[in-house]
């Protein structure tokens, strides 16, 4: 089965921003969509962004042009690069891909 491996958490003032990237372990990755989803404590996990096989882009109310993800099929790997950060941002991000979830990183925004 496919996994998932996150990176580029971490800690933030205000303003910033963070990039995180999604690597797929099998190459079965360009053949659907790409989601992004985060998560707060006591919260229902909301879809953050999607980017399809073809690189089409769907966001979720919040981000308000401030995300943007992408998608690299060679490398096997989603980027979710998100600018202008604010403290309610501050979750844990995941990655999937169908019923595959990354394992998450925490993203504070603070300051």
């Known amino acids: 089965q496919m996994t998932l491996a996150q990176s580029g958490g971490g800690s933030v003032q205000p303003g910033g921003s963070l990039r995180l990237s999604c690597v797929a372990s099998?190459?079965?990755?360009?053949?659907?969509?790409m989601e992004w989803y985060r998560q707060t404590p006591g919260n229902q996990r909301e879809m953050v962004a999607k980017?399809?096989?073809?690189?089409?882009?769907k966001y979720g109310d919040f981000v308000q042009g401030r995300f943007t993800v992408s998608r690299d099929n060679a490398k096997q790997t989603t980027y979710l690069q998100m600018n202008n950060l604010r403290p309610e941002d501050t979750a844990t991000y995941y990655c999937?891909?169908?019923?595959?979830w990354g394992p998450g990183t925490q993203d504070t925004v603070s300051g």
């Open positions: 999937k891909y169908r019923h595959i």
């Open positions: 099998s190459i079965i990755f360009r053949y659907d969509t």
């Open positions: 980017v399809g096989t073809a690189g089409s882009t």
